[in-house]
């Protein structure tokens, strides 16, 4: 059993095998724009308001360097991956760690308040398990102070709110397609905006920032004679990753969707009456495709079910270390009492589209044997 999966099969291996045989051309070209355009299709929005790059990390990278400076800060939640971070700092930006809301695992908005300071110029939220949370207090808040937002949506392609697609709302949302995620590319991701600035900037610098160069790539044309305005990556994505991506979004609705929602609600009903186990709240009107299967133990024996669970061939995780614990990001110096007491309890539990409700139907008997 795994804990998560790339789930793949000869349709991807054959749309792989078209780039490297039929194409010639392994970089960003077409097959990158039909992406873009199989993209903007699904969240119906305008292709032109999607840029694919080689990573999540990339993307959240890319968003905040185009809007904000050096200097300036972020408000973003310690409970996520170290990639929201780090694509922060990697751009001179100071992430401000912010407590999450016990309930959702989202930024706690009553917290970050407290941390608003004359350089805070955005608010990164983390959709956390996929959970879309607060979305209309959060950009009531930004509007409040005046912040752009940024949605680390790496957990949430094809999650809605309101029947609304994230990524067809918002400010600048960033995907994640790398191998474990609801749709892969094997390594990738996008930015989504309808921010022209930002869109222009964004395009520009996953290829070096040579000016308006992006476009042309996708018919098989490059500049020759260019110029450079700004510090630009090399974090364009590959026609090998397109293709994978666009195989993946072709079987995402029907198969991989379902698939995960279907396990995530045979975990609910036989793990929600457990005293000991508590899952994160989600609004009414949200509509969730799990990446992941967290769970929040109660009775201050995670680490013991971990084990027990391990033991009999259950492989777990945990959801993250909050970054604020690490010595690049202070060393614990911010006390952070809901974060740090919500890390202790979180397990994660098996989640792709490969487990068997039979798998599921096991683990949680496990648990709730030793959960009692
Ligand atoms: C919350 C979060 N943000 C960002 C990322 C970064 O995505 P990637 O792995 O594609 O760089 C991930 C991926 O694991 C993530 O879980």
Redesign the pocket.
Known sequence: MRLSKSVLNHLEAEAVTRVLLEDGYLGMGAEVGKFEEDIANYLKIPSSNVVCVN????A?HLAVDSILKPGEEILVPSL??L??FQAISAAGVVPISCEVNEETLSIDLKDAVNRISSKTKAIMC?HYASNPACLIELYSFANLHGLRVIE?A??AFGCSKDQKKIGSIGDIVCF???GIKNITSG???AIITSDTNVLSIVKDSRLLAIEKDSDKRYVGQRSWDFDVYRQGYRYHMSNIFAAIGRVQLSKFELEFAPKRKALAKKYFELLNSNKYVKFQTVENDVDIVPHIMPIRVLNGERDFLKFELEKAGIPTGIHYKPNHLLSYYGGGKTSLPVTEMVYSQLLTLPLHPEITFSEVEKICELINNLLH
């Open positions: 990573s999540g990390t990339a959240l996520t991956f990639s929201s983390v680390d790496a957990h994640s397609f790398d390594e990738g991701g």
